[in-house]
């Protein structure tokens, strides 16, 4: 099932129209879902920083400028390569549940599902500490250099766009419930409209206590004392200790395996980024190319790869420091070779967990954005809220929106390796990817998407080694998702396939033949942001793409 001749590559990827443009530059590029967010990293880029400090700049603008999926109440993941040392780091900037929190906390007030809104749901943030994390080991610049853009959108406004007001429509009656949110994200109770601006006074004075104060100042300052007296007040469970004992995990190399003779990295749990792995693993034998792209075989291929990744991750994954995750086999060649004979080619099936050599003991609203500066150090950066807006909870006078993680992604099933325990992390859908080619970053790329990340992140890497596409065409192709994933709250439903228009009649067709529930949209879907960098190292031209499903650029310095 080897992989497909140049003529079939050349073909697929002339199927894909882009409306728009892929960017191309010998300096540096930034992708990201903000405008604004992307100008600022490029600032910096043009003021001599490097990726690293680039990519601080971006996160905080955005967590300013994309309110309802990322913030200072939110949480990181990174993949990052230092050209100089050739060395490639992972991060997990995730929080973890209060210590006063187990399963039994939850039962007691007769649920059988974690709640979602308000300070209950949400984890420490550890979005901040991220930052500062990232300069200390790679960055030349200071925290308090690269936070003055965020600091003057937030203090001076900004101007909200049409895409961006439709979350703040869907999302209005959430930020209603709490009056510090109310204050700050409606008009008066209104949502706010495109055009409108919106100005954060109290987000920017606590960016101004973090840039003189530096990361000590959100976990153990004034800010962290107001944020922990809200959250309480609230009835949430966190202590000051608690904000102040948070860390940033660091991991080298990142977790990886091969994919028609490239690396593929990804972050390691709590992120559930092993899933990537496992899915190229298993679709490796197929013959993608030749099936030809978004054909009903080769999304049946993956299809099946996705379920029988997510059944494996359902069953077995959970926060390392608490369960003896299975991750070395669940990525493994030989795995894949035993979870890729149960696919059908001709019909569906309900796939459960694979057997393991050994037991095992005892949308969503993100954002995505990626870095590449002159001299090839990169990024692969992805933070989010979890749901829009997160839990829709301001911690009193902070401005800070903190997220709802803790409510999105534990279970109260009774062992569950995801089942909420005090100081537990939930298990995160978020990831983010690079691919290597001869030892160096080729492809630097991630969406956000809650459970969709998995898939639409498989689908453009494919689209680029599979089937020949730039970097605009493999973001912008038409893409499938399916549900259900590992969202606690929509487990049990019944199996959909939603399509991207673009693939024929007849194969869709093909696809309902063999057992898929299946919907076709009337347009490109909602939710992704996909973006991707590629590389030439010889040349040193970036080619990059940005999804167009969202706003935002690629744009270079």
């Known amino acids: ?21 892929t960017v191309y530059t010998k300096g540096g590029v930034v992708a990201s879902i903000s405008p604004l967010a992307a100008s600022a990293g490029l600032g910096v880029l043009a003021d001599g920083g ?61 649920l059988d599902k974690m709640p979602l809104d308000g300070p209950i749901a949400a984890a420490i943030p550890g979005e901040v500490h991220g930052w500062a994390a990232i300069l200390d080991r790679l960055g030349t610049m200071p925290l308090a250099r690269l936070l003055q853009p965020a600091i003057g959108y937030a203090e001076d406004g900004y101007a909200v766009s049409a895409k961006s007001a439709t979350g703040f429509e869907i999302l209005n009656s959430k930020l209603n419930q709490f009056p510090d949110s109310a204050a700050i994200f409606t008009k008066n109770g209104a949502s706010f409209r495109a055009g409108d601006v919106l100005v954060q006074k109290n987000l920017g004075r606590t960016l101004r206590r973090v840039a003189d104060g530096g990361v000590d100042e959100f976990y153990r300052g004034e800010t962290a004392r ?40 990804e972050t390691a749990p709590p992120s559930q980024g092993h899933l990537i792995l496992q899915m190229l693993n298993i679709l490796e034998d197929f013959d993608l190319a030749g099936m030809g792209f978004y054909s009903a ?38 795995f894949a070779d035993q979870r890729r004979k149960l696919i059908d080619p001709i019909s569906t099936t309900v796939h459960e967990p694979g057997p393991l050599a050994a037991p095992i003991p005892g949308d969503d609203n993100t954002s ?23 839990g829709g909870f301001v911690a009193g006078t902070t401005g800070v929106l903190l997220n709802n993680r803790v409510g999105r992604g534990f279970s109260l099933v009774d062992g569950h390796p995801n089942v909420i325990e005090g100081g537990k ?42 089937h020949g596409m730039d970097a605009q065409q493999a973001v912008e192709a038409p893409r499938w998702v399916s549900t259900p994933g590992s969202d606690p709250a929509s487990l049990d ?28 949209k009337s347009a490109l879907g909602q939710g992704g942001s996909a973006k991707l960098i590629e590389i030439d190292f010889e040349s040193g031209v970036k080619t990059a793409g940005s999804d167009p499903r969202s706003d935002g650029h690629a744009a270079t310095v």
């Open 493 to 520: 439903d019944p199996l959909l396939v939603e399509l991207d228009p673009g693939m024929s009649v007849i194969d869709v067709e093909k696809l309902r033949a063999k057992g898929h529930k299946v919907n076709v």
């Open 50 to 110: 490097n990726a690293f400090d680039s990519a601080v700049a971006v996160a905080a603008t955005e967590a300013v400028t994309v309110p309802s999926g990322c913030g200072l109440g939110g949480e990181p993941f990174v993949i990052m390569y230092e050209a100089k040392t050739g060395r490639v780091f992972g991060m997990n900037g995730s929080g973890k549940a209060p210590l006063a929190a187990n399963r039994d906390y939850f039962v007691r007030q007769g």
């Open 425 to 466: 992390r939930t298990m995160h859908t978020l990831n983010a990817y690079m691919v290597f080619k001869d030892d160096k970053p080729w492809l630097v790329g991630g969406t956000p998407g809650g459970d969709r990340q998995i898939p639409w992140n498989v689908q453009v890497i494919s689209n680029v080694i599979d």
């Open 297 to 334: 075989e080769s999304v049946h291929a993956m299809l099946e790869a996705k379920s029988l990744a997510f059944a494996d991750r359902n069953r077995y994954m959970g926060d390392p420091d608490f369960i003896a995750n299975p991750l070395d086999e669940l990525i493994s060649k030989p």
């Open 368 to 390: 995505y954005f990626c870095v590449v500066d002159k001299d090839g150090n990169a990024a692969s950066f992805i933070h989010s809220l979890s749901m829009g807006f997160g």
């Open 226 to 265: 107001e944020m922990v007296r809200a959250i309480r007040a609230g009835g949430g469970l966190y202590t000051e200790a608690e904000f102040a004992a948070h860390e940033t995990t660091w991991y080298e190399p990142p977790i990886s395996t091969t994919y028609r003779g490239h690396t593929v990295y």
């Open 1 to 21: 099932m080897c992989q497909g001749g140049a003529n079939m590559v050349r073909d697929s990827a002339s199927q894909v129209n882009t409306g728009r443009s």
